[in-house]
């Protein structure tokens, strides 16, 4: 099943029966609007895959945020469920069936900027220019925090394009030289097609920590699926 329709199947009813009072009037983010695309564009950025109950989704349905609607009653179980329900039909046979040497497209390492270059509180840009992957003019970029001794804080994945295009994106791993992260992290997005005119931005507010070696650090990125 693809995400879309397992989003439609198990979540998107929750939402338009619960939320949409407010999240599908007035209050942004808007997810619960009668456009099923746009909730599903808006809510990517409220799901954990990784750890499913830490999902503001599910976390959202209990603590009160919503306290006299029926999902919220359930103390996030039926959201949960739903959750693990799009989980289980719509992201993660995409990633098992993709096991890392699926995710075999890469950039090439960069050199992390060194610990004092990377102010503890800022996030600092790194890019890639994708012309060796086949798609000139096309740049992606993410922004890196030094976190602390052990790991970095790495979020805002964006892709740019010199003239304005598109490009069909499936999920992104960072590597620290060359290793994936044990803890499996990525950002599963399932296959999306990105309009890039505003340099899309694919999750704005989750944020992947990697383990740090040490300065010297390379960072890469593997992607499942990268194509114009
Ligand atoms: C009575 C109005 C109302 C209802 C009903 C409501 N919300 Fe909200 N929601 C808000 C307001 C106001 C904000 C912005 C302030 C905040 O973050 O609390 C918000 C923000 C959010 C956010 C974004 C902030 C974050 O936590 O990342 C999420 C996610 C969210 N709501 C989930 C839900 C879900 C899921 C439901 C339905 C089960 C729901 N809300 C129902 C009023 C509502």
Redesign the pocket.
């Known amino acids: 099943m693809s995400y879309a329709a397992a989003y439609e199947e198990y979540v998107y009813p ?2 338009l029966r ?2 949409a ?3 599908g009037v007035s ?1 942004v ?1 808007l997810f619960a609007s009668t456009n099923v695309q746009n909730s599903v564009n808006v809510t990517m950025n ?1 799901f954990n895959f990784t750890n499913r109950p830490d999902s ?2 599910v ?3 209990t603590d009160g ?2 306290s006299n ?1 029926p ?2 009653l359930t103390n996030g179980s039926e ?1 949960l469920a739903a959750v693990e329900a799009l989980y289980d039909n719509g992201v993660k046979n995409i990633n098992d069936d993709s096991e890392l040497t699926d995710f075999d497209i890469a950039v090439p390492a960069v050199a992390i900027p060194a610990r004092d270059d990377l102010n503890p509180t800022a996030f600092l840009p790194m890019q890639w220019d994708l012309s060796e992957l086949g798609l000139p003019g096309y740049r992606f970029s993410i922004e890196i925090q030094y976190f602390d001794e052990f790991s970095y804080r790495i979020r805002n994945p964006k892709f740019h394009s010199v003239p304005n295009g598109t490009l069909k994106v499936g999920g992104i791993r960072p590597m620290v030289n060359g290793h994936f992260d044990p803890a499996n992290n990525q950002w599963a997005l399932p296959m999306k097609t990105l309009a890039t005119t505003n340099a899309g931005v694919l999750f704005t ?1 989750f944020v992947i920590v990697m383990g740090r070696e040490g300065d010297g650090d390379v960072l890469s990125f593997a992607f499942e699926v990268l194509e114009k």
């Open positions: 929750l939402l619960d939320c009072s407010c999240h209050q983010p409220f503001a989704m976390r959202r349905t945020h919503c609607q999902v919220c959201m507010n």
